[in-house]
């Protein structure tokens, strides 16, 4: 019995321009499909902000969730800056928007909940930093010691409303609880607290 022989695909190139037609970068991608999410990833860096964060492709901007079949050719494609606002309007997750570099904070002001922030990967860390109350917080499940364990100080949870309570419960010290400006009598600790 004779088989038809293996066809195994290889990675083509794809050719990024600007809209003015400028040559940005040129990368290879594998078969047999690629997330325009992970492309902008790719180009861009970890640290850097998302400065192209769409992708056009035959005439049709791709929104970020959006795979691009990857066949035998080499793909001409164009990036492009879109508004968040847009990107919001056309149901991007907060996962792929997280993704793309945005932080909390952005898709916090872009009407994103803090569920589907957290739900994104977002870490208690970026949580707080996008403005989010104790109340909030622990309404949604992240407890002192959670947000330690994500790299959240104790100067971090005092600001977000946490009690020395929930700090020290959380493993905090009685010197790292002071060091965030609360003032105790004496090494004791206790229930009731003064700050500056």
């Known amino acids: 019995m004779e088989t038809a022989p293996q066809c195994t695909q290889q990675s083509v190139e794809m050719t990024l321009y600007s809209l003015a037609g400028d040559l940005l970068h040129t990368l290879r991608i594998e078969p047999p499909f690629y997330r325009a999410v992970d492309i902008l990833k790719r180009i861009r860096g970890s640290a850097a902000e998302p400065k192209f964060n769409a992708l056009v492709l035959d005439s ?9 079949s990857v066949g035998t050719q080499d793909i001409l494609c164009t990036l ?4 968040l606002q847009q990107l919001t309007s056309e149901e991007s ?14 898709l916090r002001h872009a009407g994103y909940s803090i569920k589907k922030l957290k739900g994104a990967g977002y870490s208690s860390l970026g949580l707080l930093d996008a403005g989010y109350s104790h109340k909030e917080l622990t309404r949604n499940g992240i407890s002192a010691h959670a947000a330690k364990a994500n790299g959240c100080t104790a100067e971090h949870l005092k600001d977000a409303g946490y009690s020395v309570q929930e700090c020290w419960n959380a493993g905090f010290s009685l010197a790292e609880t002071d060091e965030t400006g609360y003032f105790f009598h004496g090494a004791e600790k206790h229930s009731s607290i003064q700050e500056f």
Do not use: M, N, S
Request: charge should be neutral; glycine fraction near 4%.
């Open 80 to 83: 492009v800056a879109v508004d």
């Open 60 to 68: 049709r901007r791709l929104p970020p969730e959006a795979t691009i």
């Open 93 to 106: 997750t907060a996962a792929d928007l997280k993704d793309l570099g945005y932080t909390a904070r952005q």
